[in-house]
């Protein structure tokens, strides 16, 4: 089951949360951008309280005190009654929890026939009514809408309802209704189930959301953070390396997923220690270079002794995070304290100094290596050689693959920079080069009918005719086909 999710494990640090119903998964996010605001609102001018309608509706802080009676004065006084003014004040009131003034605002509104309402607006006034006078009055509501006002925003915060009074069968009802009529096409409604099933433990269901959503929207933030605190209840650090994985990927600021990991880093303890490395790596995704140092130290000060894997996955991520100089430190403990001599380990190193393009500081480390008598496996001569192909030096190339081919046993270099090598080499037209390879692949027993047209093409790009290849492909028992061919004919006509 997709991020591990155990329906008996209860939630009930996330269902303590108030975050679900109270601030991200209220219809405020949609209706924002629902209600266009083509208005712009006047600046206040120098010092002093400006007499608006927005200060006076805000001040009325008793419920018994009516906002329409406010507006009308307002009138009253020949002043303008501006829609973008009031739905501003809606919002204020929405976030002080005034839901009585806010609604009258909204019921005022509505009569106004020189104001022109849209969805949106409706869906915020189908969400005051139903904290004001519960979930019948806001279906009907509903019902009696116009059809044209029946969008992805009123019934997206008639779902929020349902949600908000955990019906689930009349939520899963009307999701597919939405479905059905095209309205869940973003990640709102899916978020809105997630945080149902959630809450009431129905993690089975859960899944089932998340492959809906991701086939007909994208997952937000929210989404993610709903995912994570279910990671984090259970602290399931695989599922949320996965999750955190995606983040990076869909390129969000994972924000409050921080507070997520740092809860999970709680639970790390000496009974628990397979925690550590995976924390270790999901601050290294979140490119948090404190959190890999402090867990790090944090293990160091539980264990007595760290195992070849905690070191690895330590190295790892320093390397990852370019912090270049702590992995050699760390590397330099490992072989101090272990004899295991792992030649995966300095690879790590090495692969991350090559992708920075740092060659120099690879060479650096490849000679330590060397000092101490420790010998390169097959995939650090070809991290070596790609460095030196991006620099373009083919000595060097060829150098290491034939300190390759002549220190590692049974080493078959990679066909595809096998190629790259004789593609750079051919272009550039460097016959002697070409030579050089044909012979360092005739000892490692790599020869093909692709290696002699790339020499042969070399030799054309240089206007020279090689020496015998066709009599040399005879005895490395190599067959030459149509392109073979052609290039002999093609170089045979050119100067030695």
Known sequence: MPYGFNKNTMLMRYVRSPLIASRFFSTAALVEKAVPNNEVAPKSGGGGRRNTLGRRLIGLVYPKHSAVATIQKWKEERRTVRKYELNRVVRELRKLKRYKHALEICEWMRLQKDIKLLPGDYAIHLDLIAKNRGLDSAEKFFEDLPDKMRDQATYTALLHTYVQNKLSGKAE??????????????????????????????????????????????????????????????????????????????????????????????????????????????????????????????????????????????????????????????????????????????????????????????????????????????????????????????????????????????????????????????????????????????????????????????????GKMPLVVAERMEKDSVPMDEETHELLRLTSKMRL
């Open 173 to 462: 009802a009307l999701m597919k209704k939405m479905s059905d009529c095209g309205f869940a096409k973003y990640p709102l409604p899916y978020n809105h189930m997630l945080s149902l099933y959630i809450s009431e433990g129905k993690l089975e269901k859960v899944p089932e959301i998340v492959k809906e959503l991701k086939k007909n929207a994208s997952p937000d933030i929210f989404t993610y953070n709903l995912l994570l605190s279910v990671c984090a209840s259970q602290n399931d650090i695989e599922a949320a390396g996965k999750i955190f994985v995606e983040l990076k990927e869909a390129k969000i600021e994972p924000d409050w997923a921080m507070c997520t990991l740092k809860e999970m880093e709680k639970m790390a303890t000496r009974e628990n220690r397979v925690v550590y490395p995976s924390l270790i790596s999901l601050y290294t995704n979140m490119g948090d270079k404190d959190g890999v140092h402090r867990i790090w130290k944090k293990m160091k000060s539980c264990f007595r002794k760290m195992s070849n894997a905690e070191y690895t996955c330590a190295i790892s991520s320093l390397a990852k995070l370019g912090e270049f100089g702590e992995a050699e430190k760390l590397y330099n403990e490992r072989e101090s304290v272990s004899g295991s001599g792992d030649a995966r380990v300095p690879n790590i190193i090495l692969a991350a100094y090559i992708n920075g393009d740092r060659i120099e500081m690879a060479e650096n480390f490849y000679r330590q290596i060397a000092q101490k008598g420790s010998s390169l496996c097959y995939t650090a001569w070809e991290l070596l050689t790609r460095g030196y192909l991006k620099k373009q030096e083919m000595e060097k190339v060829l150098d290491c693959f034939k300190q390759g081919v002549s220190n590692v046993k049974k080493w078959n270099p990679n066909d595809k920079l096998v190629g790259e090598v004789l593609k750079q080499l051919e272009e550039l037209g460097d016959t002697e080069g070409l030579e050089k390879l044909l012979v360092i692949l005739r000892n490692a027993g790599r020869l093909s009918t692709m290696v002699y047209n790339s020499l042969l093409r070399g030799y054309a790009n240089a």
